[in-house]
């Protein structure tokens, strides 16, 4: 079974600190996501990978980066964290060929104050 | 550019009971769509897929759903509820490559004992 591990289940950053969210997936899949859920709006894609070094924007990238180094491995950067980026975020995988369904990591609720 | 909505935020439904969510998309083409469901405290697990075919699939924990072309839709149904059917849904759309999704606003399903 595919397994998407993020690894911090909650985190507290102050506003102004840079944050590394990480995520690792063992099913050697090609691409990797970063979503970000908020009550009412859903989950939306902030970026999106589909190779190693490989990085495309989604719909709300503003204030945030992204690095894959390694093709298990996707790491989401606030460069600079603000409050208005307090929220779940949620990582996921699939395959590259046909359209292959998300796996999705349990997320990491981050706290910026 | 595609999207996803889902005009209930919150319903509630008795043990037993039949159920239907609603999800309406926005797409040119062909597109395959999704339902996702979020227990409290966790990622999303995948439902159920639609790609082409049969317009009515099968998916986990007796659920289904139906694909309407001509109304734009992908409604979800499971015919007798669970206590432990209690959780948010997320109805999605793909599109392009790289497995991209774009969520909807989600529903969140009580279930009175």
């Known amino acids: 079974d595919v397994k998407v591990t993020q690894s911090s289940r909650y985190l507290v950053k102050r506003t102004g600190e840079k944050v590394f969210l990480e995520c690792v997936q063992d099913?050697?899949?090609?691409?990797m996501f970063w979503y970000r859920q908020d009550p009412g709006l859903g989950l939306r894609l902030i970026y999106f990978?589909?190779?190693?070094?490989?990085?495309e924007k989604g719909d709300i990238p503003e204030g945030y980066s992204v690095s894959r180094e390694k093709k298990e491995r996707f790491s989401l950067i606030l460069e600079s964290a603000s409050t208005n980026q307090t929220s779940m975020y949620l990582c996921?995988?699939?395959?590259?060929?046909?359209?292959?369904?998300?796996?999705f990591g349990n997320g990491t609720r981050l706290t910026v104050t | 550019a595609q999207s996803v909505t889902q005009p209930d935020i919150h319903i509630t439904v008795s043990e037993g009971a039949s159920l239907e969510l609603r999800c309406n998309y926005s797409?040119?083409?062909?597109?395959?769509l999704f339902w996702y469901v979020q227990s409290p405290g966790q990622g999303l697990q995948l439902l159920l897929k639609?790609?082409?075919?049969?317009?009515l699939v099968q998916g986990i924990k007796g659920f289904e759903a139906e694909f309407k072309r001509s109304q734009s839709s992908f409604n979800l149904r499971k015919p007798s509820v669970h206590w432990s059917d209690a959780a948010e849904y997320f109805c999605?759309?793909?599109?392009?490559?790289?497995?991209?999704?774009?969520f909807g606003t989600g529903t969140r399903l009580q279930v009175t004992l």
């Open positions: 996921a995988s699939s395959l590259l060929t046909g359209f292959s369904p998300l796996h």
């Open positions: 099913m050697d899949h090609e691409n």
């Open positions: 990978s589909y190779d190693v070094k490989m990085k």
């Open positions: 797409y040119g083409a062909t597109p395959y």
């Open positions: 639609y790609f082409s075919g049969d317009t």
């Open positions: 999605a759309v793909g599109s392009g490559t790289a497995s991209k999704l774009t």
